[in-house]
T-cell receptor, first 116, second 114 residues
Framework: AQKVTQAQTEISVVEKEDVTLDCVYE???????LFWYKQPPSGELVFLIR??????QNEISGRYSWNFQKSTSSFNFTITASQVVDSAVYFC?????????????FGKGTRLHILP | DSGVTQTPKHLITATGQRVTLRCSPR?????VYWYQQSLDQGLQFLIQ???????AKGNILERFSAQQFPDLHSELNLSSLELGDSALYFC?????????????FGPGTRLTVL
């Protein structure tokens, strides 16, 4: 069965600090996709990244980076030099291969507070 | 701006009533997904339509139904409303048929059942 665990419910850091949001997933499939979404205080969900299970390369996009490790079933998200605008709830999600009962499962989210 | 629109933004109604939420996908996207976000359950997938046909079903209650019209907009109908149905309802769209595609979310409809 699919499961996504974001163990950190809430994190507070001071602006300019680096912060890592953890995501651990469970799946029996060999083909799956992982996602991160951001939900700022305004409420909409903003897509950040999509990664398939065959691509374990880490990804960097500006101040954001993602560390995908199949050995530990983790897909962690790091914000470098955090800014107040990064304050939001961040969701990790998992979707399994298309021939299964097609669903996406979201973690409970991590609420990130960046303090000025 | 994701390009996905949802109306209304807010809806307040009473228990037992029926409401309809509307979603227009991004131009060119054929799939529409509906989600419910509540404090208790988090973000839950309800149902997906692809090019007018139901494609996948999640944790959607029997009191809820949806459809996708020929112009690809979708409506989510919630009936016999209960207090517990109060939540933020999101619609998302994607180009392809599956949840493995990137989904772009609308701003949501906040439903309050009194």
């Amino acid at each position: 069965a699919q499961k996504v665990t974001q163990a950190q419910t809430e994190i507070s850091v001071v602006e300019k600090e680096d912060v890592t949001l953890d995501c651990v997933y469970e799946t029996r499939d060999t083909t799956y996709y992982l996602f991160w979404y951001k939900q700022p205080p305004s409420g909409e969900l903003v897509f950040l990244i999509r990664r398939n299970s065959f691509d374990e390369q880490n990804e960097i996009s500006g101040r954001y980076s993602w560390n995908f490790q199949k050995s530990t079933s983790s897909f962690n998200f790091t914000i470098t030099a955090s800014q107040v605008v990064d304050s939001a709830v961040y969701f990790c999600a998992l979707s399994e291969a298309v021939w299964r009962d097609d669903k996406i499962i979201f973690g409970k989210g991590t609420r990130l507070h960046i303090l000025p | 701006d994701s390009g996905v629109t949802q109306t209304p933004k807010h809806l307040i109604t009473a228990t037992g009533q029926r409401v309809t939420l509307r979603c227009s996908p991004r131009s060119g996207d054929l799939s529409v997904y509906w989600y419910q976000q509540s404090l208790d359950q988090g973000l839950q997938f309800l149902i997906q339509y692809y090019n007018g046909e139901e494609r996948a079903k999640g944790n959607i209650l029997e009191r809820f139904s949806a459809q996708q019209f020929p112009d690809l907009h979708s409506e989510l109908n919630l009936s016999s409303l209960e207090l517990g149905d109060s939540a933020l309802y999101f619609c998302a769209s994607s180009l392809g048929t599956t949840h493995t595609d990137t989904q772009y979310f609308g701003p949501g409809t906040r439903l309050t059942v009194l």
